[in-house]
């Protein structure tokens, strides 16, 4: 189970950068299942779990992302963008508030390390 966007959002305000390369996906939980065979009422009690675990994870996601977003999502716009595999560019998850800044950007466009655009400073 892949929780990186849940941590990358709840990380310490400020301080949650990432490059203008980096690409962020927001994905439901997924699993495998064992390898030997599996009653119906297993598989249904799986399917049930991955359903509740990603609704968690979008209300936890949308609860860090909603202060100074520019674009936050509701838990149920998450909870639907989760239901397949989802990717941000930088500027995207800045919008969204997933991550404070984007290392190597100042404002304007312009190129310059190790400035960070989005976050007036870190500590």
Do not use: C, N
């Amino acid at each position: 189970r892949s929780m990186a966007a849940v941590l990358l959002a709840a990380g310490e305000p400020g301080h949650r950068l990432s490059y203008p390369s980096a690409r962020i996906m927001l994905h439901q939980p997924s699993w495998e299942l064992s390898e030997g065979p599996m009653r119906e009422a297993d598989i249904r009690a799986e399917v049930d779990e991955a359903g509740r675990q990603r609704r968690a994870w979008a209300r936890l996601i949308a609860k860090y992302t909603k202060h100074g977003a520019r674009k936050a999502r509701t838990p149920e716009e998450l909870d639907t963008l989760m239901q397949t595999d989802t990717f941000f560019s930088a500027e995207e998850a800045m919008d969204m508030g997933l991550i404070d800044g984007v290392v190597g950007r100042v404002k304007g466009g312009g190129h310059a390390t190790p400035a960070v655009s989005g976050v007036a400073h870190l500590r």
